[in-house]
């Protein structure tokens, strides 16, 4: 009688989303732990692109306090697990990561001033895996987005949300719309914009 209850509760379960639920899941903490991944090879490179920069434009030190400081908001909030749970929590972290992407797009457009900084090897390979780090952070947060979708979706949806109120499945949140549409802008360049003076060769001696 035991094994028959068993049989019964297990295809219960597994007609009512429990099995999806499970699977879902695991997806999104999969895919929320590439996004955490991600946006810490941006920061790790920050210190150096920033010193980089400070070289050969040290006058822009607004540009480089904002990003060292937006750097150093995003290390201060715990990327836990949990937070993937806790709205509030998500768009505090969200909120920091966008203002980073802001003050990065900012740096970039400067160094467009600054020839001998663009033509620096360096600098441009830094750039370069900046560049592919965004690229990455892209595709990561889609398949976040996804899951995340597919995980409320079942939450909310007839007999599963049955099943979700009595084991405590909640939604979940994820990035807006206007968020991506934010973090997928490239930067824009002034080309008009005054550039710094260059000195020329100092005046032969009298």
Known sequence: MRTLWIVLLTMLLSGCGYNT?????EQIKASWAEVLNQYQRRADLIPNLVNTVKGYAAQEQAVLL???EARAKVGS??????LINDAQAFAKFQAAQSQLTSALSRLLVVSENYPQLKSDANFRDLQAQLEGTENRITVARNRYIKAVQEYNVTVRSFPSNLTAMLFGYSVKPSFTVENEKEISKPPTVDFAAPKPAVPGPAAPAK
Not at 21 to 25: P, R
Not at 77 to 82: G, H, K
Request: aromatic content about 8%; glycine content about 8%; hydrophobic content about 30%.
């Open 21 to 25: 639920f499970q699977t879902t899941d």
């Open 77 to 82: 909030i715990q990327a836990t697990p949990e």
């Open 66 to 68: 904002g990003v060292t």
